[in-house]
């Protein structure tokens, strides 16, 4: 099956820092979502990004699918951004399974 | 607009005992139905999905079994509950229609004592 493989593991920057965070995956995808999971374990929809760029607030991304990688970017971090992010795709012909990646612990310091 | 219910949130079980977690979906007909499970610090595992109701496909050989008696209702059980058992599950939607986000519910937290 496709093997999604996130990096770096683990990130720990001060407040104010900007972080990129990477998604490799192993075949081309139909789907591809960035998710923020917050110290409760509630997983929050950041981007549905199969392709191209986007942007919210201090976040954005960009996929290129032809490539097989998405990026995350946090500019000017808070506190409140730290948690864990997944990034996870969906591909049709595997019967249309979300897979995620291992994940980015991303800890910001005051 | 469509939402997400998941219940208990927090569980505390006896290994040995049964479980049932249930996971229902507002606002849309026919969604994929999907179980993970998330070991302490670990990734997500998916564990179950469903096209359709009956429709059941397992990921992964384990002590649980899941089922979709209704549209819109996936439930979680166990027959006898494992300490490995223990973990953070999360029920999550998507449309059938394809390119679309996921959607996941607050989660259950369950405890094998």
Known sequence: GIQVEQSPPDLIL???ANSTLRCNFSDSVNNLQWFHQNPWGQLINLF????????????????????????LYIS??????SGVYFCAVVRYSSASKIIFGSGTRLSIRP | SQTIHQWPATLVQPVGSPLSLECTVEGTSNPNLYWYRQAAGRGLQL????????????????????SRPQDRQFILSSKKLLLSDSGFYLCAWDAWTGN?????????????V
Do not use: C, H
């Open chain 1, 14 to 16: 001060q407040e104010g």
């Open chain 1, 48 to 71: 549905y990004i199969p392709s191209g760029t986007k942007q919210n607030g201090r976040l954005s991304a960009t996929t290129v699918a032809t490539e097989r990688y998405s990026l």
């Open chain 1, 76 to 81: 000017s971090s808070q506190t409140t951004d």
């Open chain 2, 47 to 66: 564990l179950f999905y469903s096209v359709g109701i009956g429709q059941i496909s397992s990921e992964v050989p384990q002590n649980l079994s899941a």
């Open chain 2, 100 to 112: 679309t986000e996921a959607f996941f519910g607050q989660g259950t937290r369950l405890t094998v």
